[in-house]
């Protein structure tokens, strides 16, 4: 039982292109939608975050698009650089459960 | 300040031997959490903690035991060891007067043959 289903599975990008990375959800007690990033031999570290109320956020060259409605949320990188090759989560906090539930994860691969 | 410690960070077991596997950490986080991490599965929970003394079942919970008791300490102990449960193994932790954001540690590869 997938809760949280994230796509594509692989993404390759251009250096300077623009990588999204697109997740939904089915429980609507998610109170908290998370991406985290990891790196090969490491463990996963927080990105950005969104709560519900909020349609978009911001950080950087990093934004989470949020659409409740649709019950769908998205990461987009600006200018993606090699540095950001690595895999992406995006996850779905239940307060209710108290635990994060994650996607599948998405290999990404920004080419110099 | 370390964070959150895993150890091992390999381990190879025969199939039918048991291990555990410690995770620390020195944040004085409440939750603990321990995931397994299979390609093209994510990660899915095993079992997590809210505080010392409290276990509780997560997603994939059979094969699997867990203990706290102590608040930095969080054991995964594996009784009887199965080539199913190849995987590598993330600790978490989390704060709950800081949001909803996870600490991981650097894992455990573990391989049963």
């Known amino acids: 039982q997938q809760q949280v289903k994230q796509s594509p599975q692989s993404l390759i990008v251009q250096k300077g ?10 429980n609507t007690a998610f109170d908290y939608f998370p991406w985290y990033q990891q790196f090969p ?10 709560r519900p109320d909020v349609s978009e956020k911001k950080e950087g060259r990093f934004t989470i698009s949020f659409n409740k ?15 950001d090759s690595a895999t992406y989560f995006c996850a779905a906090h239940s307060g209710s459960a108290r635990q994060l539930t994650f996607g599948s994860g998405t290999q990404l691969t920004v080419l110099p | 300040n370390a964070g ?13 031997q048991s291990m555990t596997l410690l995770c620390a950490q020195d ?20 079992h997590y903690s809210v505080g010392e003394g409290t276990t509780a079942k997560g997603e994939v919970p059979d094969g ?5 008791l102590k608040k930095q300490n969080f054991l995964l102990g594996l009784e009887s060891a199965a080539p199913s ?29």
């Not at chain 1, 409605?69 to 540095?83: N, R, T």
């Not at chain 2, 932790?93 to 590869?109: I, K, V």
């Open chain 1, 17 to 26: 292109g623009i990588s999204i990375i697109n997740c939904a959800y089915e």
């Open chain 1, 69 to 83: 409605s649709a019950k769908q949320f998205s990461l987009h990188i600006m200018d993606s650089q090699p540095g």
């Open chain 2, 85 to 113: 449960q190849t995987s590598v193994y993330f600790c978490a932790s989390r704060s709950t007067r800081q949001g909803y954001g996870y600490t991981f540690g650097s894992g455990t590869r573990l391989t049963v043959v």
């Open chain 2, 4 to 16: 959150v410690t895993q150890t091992p960070k390999f381990r190879v077991l025969k199939t039918g």
């Open chain 2, 64 to 68: 699997y035991n867990v203990s706290r």
């Open chain 1, 41 to 50: 031999g490491k463990g996963p570290a927080l990105l950005i975050a969104i």
């Open chain 2, 27 to 46: 944040m004085n986080h409440e939750y603990m959490y321990w995931y397994r991490q299979d390609p093209g599965m994510g990660l899915r929970l095993i």
